[in-house]
């Protein structure tokens, strides 16, 4: 597991990439000026603060990690679980944003706004791959598995395991592009004549 300070310095650079302020390439001074906008504009505070809240729970310090979840939640409109795992590198658009239950966040992954993540029934929820992509709107529900790579389409209801690479839209969701769509549409076709 990577440090606190190198999951907020890998948030900051995947924010700053997908805002196409890339860090890495400029200078010194205009990092520390493109970081300091990305706290005005972003969500990276209430990624900050669920990152705090994490560190706070594990060395069992008392009362912060609550204060960081409602800071997050009232001045970001962010709700980012205490049994979630993120890996480094989230971005969050905009805000109204909910992730709960047992769920695991690979790195990399960008969540627009209005996302549900979370329990269908029990408390175990999806587990997230790396470099995913959730449209705004959608809801990933369940103990599912979502492959590295994905990309789930605005108001999708994603309910069953995604595959490496796939495209998913609709409700409930179904893969139209990648991992064997073309194969599946094909048969669809088929089997309607």
């Known amino acids: 597991m990577s440090s606190l300070a190198d999951q907020i310095r890998r948030d900051f650079a ?3 990439g997908n805002r ?11 990092q520390v000026w493109i970081s300091a906008g990305l706290l005005v504009k972003s969500r990276i505070i ?11 729970r594990r060395h069992h310090v008392p009362v912060l990690p609550a204060v960081c979840d409602r800071l997050a939640i009232v001045g970001w ?11 480094p590198g989230l971005y969050l658009p905009h805000g109204n944003v909910v992730v709960d239950g047992i769920v695991r966040i690979g790195a ?19 587990t997230i791959g790396d470099h995913v992509f959730i449209g705004t709107g959608a809801k990933v529900l369940g103990g599912i598995r979502v492959g590295d790579h994905v990309k789930i389409g605005a108001n ?18 179904r893969i139209v592009a990648g ?4 194969a599946r549409r094909a048969a669809e076709q088929s089997g309607s004549r």
């Not at 209430?46 to 706070?56: G, I």
């Not at 409109?77 to 890996?87: A, P």
């Not at 990399?108 to 999806?126: D, Q, R």
């Open 20 to 30: 196409w302020e890339p860090l890495g390439e400029a200078p010194v001074w205009r």
């Open 46 to 56: 209430a990624v900050m603060l669920f990152r705090f809240k994490q560190w706070f």
């Open 77 to 87: 409109n962010v709700n980012l679980g205490n049994h979630t795992e993120i890996g």
């Open 108 to 126: 990399y992954c960008v969540i627009a706004p209005w996302v549900t993540i979370g329990v269908n029934g029990s408390v175990a929820g999806p």
């Open 14 to 16: 995947w924010t700053a």
């Open 156 to 173: 999708a209801v994603v309910i069953h395991d995604v595959p490496e690479g796939a495209t998913v839209t609709g409700v409930p969701a």
């Open 179 to 182: 991992s064997g769509a073309e």
